[in-house]
Protein backbone atom coordinates (compact mmCIF):
# COMPACT_ATOMS: atom_id res chain seq x y z
CA UNK A 1 0.00 0.00 0.00
CA UNK A 2 2.50 2.88 1.10
CA UNK A 3 6.31 3.06 0.90
CA UNK A 4 6.08 5.03 3.76
CA UNK A 5 9.12 3.85 5.96
CA UNK A 6 11.81 6.01 3.66
CA UNK A 7 11.02 8.34 6.06
CA UNK A 8 13.18 6.21 7.94
CA UNK A 9 16.23 6.16 5.72
CA UNK A 10 17.68 10.21 6.59
CA UNK A 11 17.76 8.58 10.20
CA UNK A 12 20.49 6.21 9.12
CA UNK A 13 23.14 8.55 9.54
CA UNK A 14 21.43 9.77 12.72
CA UNK A 15 21.92 7.25 15.89
CA UNK A 16 24.97 6.44 18.01
CA UNK A 17 26.36 2.91 17.82
CA UNK A 18 24.76 0.03 19.76
CA UNK A 19 25.51 -3.71 19.38
CA UNK A 20 22.41 -5.04 17.22
CA UNK A 21 20.04 -6.73 19.31
CA UNK A 22 16.50 -6.03 19.79
CA UNK A 23 14.91 -2.55 21.48
CA UNK A 24 11.86 -1.83 23.45
CA UNK A 25 10.38 1.20 21.74
CA UNK A 26 9.52 4.21 23.98
CA UNK A 27 5.76 5.22 23.89
CA UNK A 28 4.38 8.29 21.86
CA UNK A 29 3.85 9.87 24.85
CA UNK A 30 6.56 8.50 27.73
CA UNK A 31 7.74 11.71 29.65
CA UNK A 32 11.28 10.75 29.40
CA UNK A 33 11.43 12.41 26.10
CA UNK A 34 13.25 15.99 25.90
CA UNK A 35 12.49 18.46 24.04
CA UNK A 36 15.28 19.02 21.61
CA UNK A 37 13.80 22.36 19.29
CA UNK A 38 11.09 23.73 18.21
CA UNK A 39 10.70 25.92 15.36
CA UNK A 40 8.96 26.20 11.97
CA UNK A 41 6.16 24.19 13.28
CA UNK A 42 8.11 21.25 14.01
CA UNK A 43 8.96 19.90 16.68
CA UNK A 44 11.96 17.06 17.36
CA UNK A 45 12.36 15.49 20.79
CA UNK A 46 15.27 12.93 21.96
CA UNK A 47 15.18 10.06 23.69
CA UNK A 48 17.36 7.18 25.61
CA UNK A 49 17.20 3.23 25.85
CA UNK A 50 19.00 2.06 28.64
CA UNK A 51 21.77 0.00 27.80
CA UNK A 52 21.65 0.57 24.39
CA UNK A 53 23.12 3.67 23.50
CA UNK A 54 20.80 4.31 20.60
CA UNK A 55 19.51 7.62 20.72
CA UNK A 56 15.97 7.27 19.60
CA UNK A 57 14.02 10.30 17.71
CA UNK A 58 10.02 11.42 18.32
CA UNK A 59 9.41 13.94 15.23
CA UNK A 60 6.00 15.83 15.22
CA UNK A 61 4.48 18.24 13.34
CA UNK A 62 1.09 18.85 11.40
CA UNK A 63 0.56 19.65 7.67
CA UNK A 64 -2.18 20.86 5.88
CA UNK A 65 -3.88 18.21 3.27
CA UNK A 66 -5.10 14.28 4.34
CA UNK A 67 -3.53 11.19 4.79
CA UNK A 68 -4.46 10.35 1.07
CA UNK A 69 -2.35 13.22 0.05
CA UNK A 70 0.74 12.24 2.19
CA UNK A 71 0.76 8.64 1.39
CA UNK A 72 0.83 9.57 -2.01
CA UNK A 73 3.69 11.57 -1.61
CA UNK A 74 5.98 8.68 0.39
CA UNK A 75 4.86 5.76 -1.62
CA UNK A 76 6.63 7.84 -4.82
CA UNK A 77 9.71 6.52 -5.14
CA UNK A 78 10.74 8.01 -8.13
CA UNK A 79 10.15 11.84 -6.51
CA UNK A 80 11.61 10.94 -3.11
CA UNK A 81 15.42 12.46 -3.82
CA UNK A 82 13.20 15.93 -4.54
CA UNK A 83 12.62 16.16 -0.61
CA UNK A 84 14.47 13.16 1.20
CA UNK A 85 17.93 14.49 2.36
CA UNK A 86 20.56 11.76 2.07
CA UNK A 87 18.04 10.05 -0.16
CA UNK A 88 20.75 7.11 -2.23
CA UNK A 89 18.14 4.54 -3.39
CA UNK A 90 14.78 2.91 -2.89
CA UNK A 91 13.74 -0.68 -4.24
CA UNK A 92 10.61 -2.57 -3.42
CA UNK A 93 11.61 -6.19 -2.74
CA UNK A 94 8.88 -8.33 -1.95
CA UNK A 95 4.87 -6.94 -1.63
CA UNK A 96 2.86 -9.66 -0.74
CA UNK A 97 -0.23 -7.79 -0.06
CA UNK A 98 -1.10 -3.79 0.07
CA UNK A 99 -0.24 -3.63 3.63
CA UNK A 100 3.02 -5.72 4.24
CA UNK A 101 6.34 -5.10 1.73
CA UNK A 102 10.32 -4.91 2.45
CA UNK A 103 12.40 -2.28 0.83
CA UNK A 104 16.02 -1.95 0.68
CA UNK A 105 17.20 1.35 1.42
CA UNK A 106 20.91 3.28 0.34
CA UNK A 107 21.43 6.29 2.79
CA UNK A 108 24.36 8.25 1.53
CA UNK A 109 26.14 9.75 4.59
CA UNK A 110 29.11 12.66 4.85
CA UNK A 111 32.35 11.65 3.88
CA UNK A 112 34.44 10.05 5.65
CA UNK A 113 31.53 7.52 6.72
CA UNK A 114 30.30 5.07 4.04
CA UNK A 115 27.04 4.92 3.08
CA UNK A 116 24.59 2.46 4.64
CA UNK A 117 21.91 -0.02 3.87
CA UNK A 118 18.93 -1.34 5.59
CA UNK A 119 16.19 -4.04 4.62
CA UNK A 120 13.14 -2.63 6.31
CA UNK A 121 9.86 -4.49 6.86
CA UNK A 122 6.54 -2.25 6.62
CA UNK A 123 3.65 -3.35 7.83
CA UNK A 124 0.65 -0.49 7.53
CA UNK A 125 -2.54 -0.59 9.70
CA UNK A 126 -5.75 2.29 9.41
CA UNK A 127 -8.41 2.82 12.03
CA UNK A 128 -11.89 1.99 11.19
CA UNK A 129 -12.94 5.61 10.70
CA UNK A 130 -9.79 6.05 8.61
CA UNK A 131 -8.49 9.08 10.22
CA UNK A 132 -5.26 6.89 11.20
CA UNK A 133 -2.77 4.86 10.02
CA UNK A 134 -0.06 3.90 10.91
CA UNK A 135 2.93 2.58 9.75
CA UNK A 136 5.74 0.39 11.49
CA UNK A 137 8.68 -0.97 9.85
CA UNK A 138 11.78 -2.89 11.41
CA UNK A 139 15.04 -4.21 9.94
CA UNK A 140 14.83 -8.59 8.15
CA UNK A 141 18.15 -10.46 8.36
CA UNK A 142 17.44 -11.09 4.52
CA UNK A 143 15.49 -11.07 1.88
CA UNK A 144 15.50 -13.88 -1.37
CA UNK A 145 15.44 -11.32 -4.06
CA UNK A 146 18.21 -9.06 -2.46
CA UNK A 147 21.18 -8.58 -4.58
CA UNK A 148 22.04 -5.14 -3.66
CA UNK A 149 25.20 -3.73 -2.20
CA UNK A 150 25.22 -4.63 1.36
CA UNK A 151 27.63 -1.74 2.65
CA UNK A 152 27.54 -1.22 6.46
CA UNK A 153 24.46 -2.82 7.11
CA UNK A 154 22.19 -0.65 9.61
CA UNK A 155 19.24 -2.46 11.98
CA UNK A 156 15.87 -0.75 11.94
CA UNK A 157 14.53 -1.53 15.12
CA UNK A 158 10.92 -1.41 15.90
CA UNK A 159 9.76 2.53 14.58
CA UNK A 160 6.69 4.06 13.58
CA UNK A 161 5.01 6.30 11.40
CA UNK A 162 1.48 7.39 12.42
CA UNK A 163 -0.70 10.13 10.74
CA UNK A 164 -3.42 11.58 12.13
CA UNK A 165 -6.96 13.38 10.08
CA UNK A 166 -7.76 16.80 12.23
CA UNK A 167 -10.19 18.42 10.11
CA UNK A 168 -8.19 19.71 7.26
CA UNK A 169 -4.53 19.11 8.71
CA UNK A 170 -2.78 15.85 9.20
CA UNK A 171 -0.93 15.33 12.58
CA UNK A 172 2.84 13.64 11.87
CA UNK A 173 4.18 11.95 14.62
CA UNK A 174 7.37 9.59 13.99
CA UNK A 175 9.23 7.40 16.02
CA UNK A 176 12.56 6.53 14.62
CA UNK A 177 15.19 3.76 16.89
CA UNK A 178 17.89 3.06 14.33
CA UNK A 179 21.78 1.53 15.20
CA UNK A 180 23.74 2.61 11.90
CA UNK A 181 25.84 0.22 12.35
CA UNK A 182 30.34 1.10 12.90
CA UNK A 183 31.62 3.23 14.61
CA UNK A 184 30.56 6.61 13.96
CA UNK A 185 31.61 9.54 16.56
CA UNK A 186 29.11 10.99 18.78
CA UNK A 187 29.28 14.31 17.91
CA UNK A 188 28.76 13.65 14.17
CA UNK A 189 25.86 11.85 15.60
CA UNK A 190 24.70 14.39 17.76
CA UNK A 191 24.90 16.98 14.18
CA UNK A 192 23.28 15.20 12.07
CA UNK A 193 20.23 14.28 14.19
CA UNK A 194 17.81 17.05 14.53
CA UNK A 195 19.25 18.56 11.36
CA UNK A 196 18.47 15.83 9.08
CA UNK A 197 15.12 14.67 10.83
CA UNK A 198 13.95 18.80 10.42
CA UNK A 199 14.80 19.28 6.71
CA UNK A 200 13.28 15.75 5.76
CA UNK A 201 9.90 16.72 7.03
CA UNK A 202 9.62 19.61 5.87
CA UNK A 203 10.73 18.46 2.56
CA UNK A 204 7.46 16.87 3.11
CA UNK A 205 5.50 19.16 4.06
CA UNK A 206 6.56 21.20 1.00
CA UNK A 207 6.16 17.69 -1.04
CA UNK A 208 2.49 17.69 -0.09
CA UNK A 209 1.36 21.29 -0.43
CA UNK A 210 2.63 20.84 -4.45
CA UNK A 211 -0.59 19.11 -5.11
CA UNK A 212 1.11 16.67 -7.65
CA UNK A 213 -1.53 13.77 -7.45
CA UNK A 214 -4.86 13.84 -9.11
CA UNK A 215 -8.33 12.75 -8.46
CA UNK A 216 -7.98 9.43 -9.39
CA UNK A 217 -4.96 8.58 -7.82
CA UNK A 218 -6.37 9.95 -4.21
CA UNK A 219 -9.48 7.99 -4.40
CA UNK A 220 -7.60 4.84 -5.45
CA UNK A 221 -6.01 5.63 -2.12
CA UNK A 222 -8.69 6.38 -0.38
CA UNK A 223 -10.09 2.75 -1.06
CA UNK A 224 -7.30 1.06 -0.62
CA UNK A 225 -7.35 3.01 3.21
CA UNK A 226 -11.20 1.63 3.35
CA UNK A 227 -10.37 -2.13 2.52
CA UNK A 228 -7.63 -2.33 5.21
CA UNK A 229 -10.89 -3.54 7.69
CA UNK A 230 -11.87 -6.61 5.26
CA UNK A 231 -7.78 -7.64 5.26
CA UNK A 232 -7.49 -7.36 9.03
CA UNK A 233 -10.65 -9.47 9.47
CA UNK A 234 -9.36 -11.98 7.12
CA UNK A 235 -5.78 -11.87 8.73
CA UNK A 236 -6.99 -11.92 12.05
CA UNK A 237 -4.57 -13.04 14.83
CA UNK A 238 -1.41 -12.53 12.84
CA UNK A 239 -2.06 -8.70 11.61
Not at 1 to 13: K, V
Not at 18 to 37: C, G, K, M, Y
Not at 91 to 108: A, F, K
Not at 147 to 162: D, E, W
Request: glycine share 6%; proline share 7%; hydrophobic share 45%.
Amino acid sequence: MLRLLALLAPALAASAFAAPRPVTPIAVDDPSWRLDSSSDGIRIYRGAVPGTGIVPLKAVMTLRGTIEEVSLVLEDIPRRREWISNFGRSVLLERPNDYDQTEYLRVSVPWPIVDRSALIRVRVTVSDDLARATIAGESVESSPVDTLPRLVRATVHASTFQMTQVGGNVEVVALVFIDPGGLIPKWIVNYFTCRVARSTLSGLRHQVGRRLYGPRQLMAMHRRMEAFRAFRERHAGTW
